[in-house]
């Protein structure tokens, strides 16, 4: 072989090699050739998310082989903390935006969240309501135990501003870290009445039942999401973002109670 031929070669060899390194560094950062994500999708995500946020992982699931969605649900607060203490996660979805804004606030965001989903209070009882709880005012009565989420939690800050709305003072004989901690109380028989969103009543109709009330439209909460700044999958982070403001995601959300944004 001539000495040019021979350097020909290796330029070919060299180019190859370096196509070869570009796209498996694609698919390690969660890209597809087709433009489809792959890989470990991890979200961190509010407790009043679980059953909607459930089928929404496997949805994109399907919408993208290849890619896995692994889902931690908790108090927002408590989630927040992780996040901002370097726990590794791609998604954060939050209750509030109150809660947002620590994680944004420490610089762990990357770009500004979104708002896809709102909630609102409603107060659950045991199935047949034998405490025959109608309205706020029922949950002051003498005798009446009631679960409130615990003040720093966006369901215990939306409870106080109801509330305080209403004028109704109670000592709540447990403050739950989340959601779904209030709702188990009632579940159990343990208390008589919780205030929880409307979603998870719905989630939980074999078990309790939801009593509206008037205050509760002063305590609406916004769900913002944002990709995370050190997210191990950046690309699979944007797509799960993007998926979750989506129509078919969006028709998820209502159908769990959710109101549009």
């Known amino acids: 072989m001539s000495a040019r031929a021979t350097r020909t070669a290796m330029v070919v060899v060299l180019a190859l090699t370096v196509a070869g390194c570009g796209t498996g560094g694609d698919r390690a950062s969660g890209g597809a050739a087709d433009g489809r994500v792959t890989g470990p999708v991890t979200v961190f995500a509010a407790a009043s998310l679980t059953e909607s946020f459930t089928r929404i992982g496997r949805d994109f699931e399907a919408a993208n082989p290849g890619s896995t969605v692994t889902l ?123 205030l929880v969103y409307r979603t998870d009543t719905r989630a939980a109709s074999a078990d309790v039942t939801a009593v509206e009330f008037p205050e509760s439209a002063r305590a609406v909460n916004d769900y913002p999401i944002v990709a995370l700044k050190d997210a191990p999958n950046p690309a699979g982070a944007r797509a799960l973002v993007a998926y979750v403001r989506s129509a078919p995601a969006q028709a998820v959300l209502a159908e769990a109670g959710f109101q549009a944004p």
Not at 85 to 104: L, R
Not at 125 to 147: I, S, W
Not at 152 to 164: H, I, K, N, S, W
């Open 72 to 194: 931690n649900f908790a108090g927002s607060s408590a989630l927040a903390n992780q996040v901002n203490q370097g726990a590794p996660a791609d998604v954060f979805a939050s209750a509030a935006p109150a809660t947002m804004a620590t994680v944004t606030g420490a610089g762990n965001a990357d770009g500004a969240p979104s708002v896809f989903a709102r909630n609102q209070l409603v107060i659950a009882v045991p199935r047949g309501n034998p405490a025959g709880v109608t309205g706020l005012a029922d949950l002051g009565r003498p005798g009446v135990k009631v679960a409130l989420c615990a003040n720093q939690v966006p369901c215990g800050a939306a409870a106080r501003t109801a509330l305080d709305a209403a004028g109704v003072a109670l000592t709540p004989v447990t403050l739950e870290q989340d959601v779904k901690g209030a709702l188990a109380k009632v579940r159990l028989g343990e208390v008589d009445a919780a």
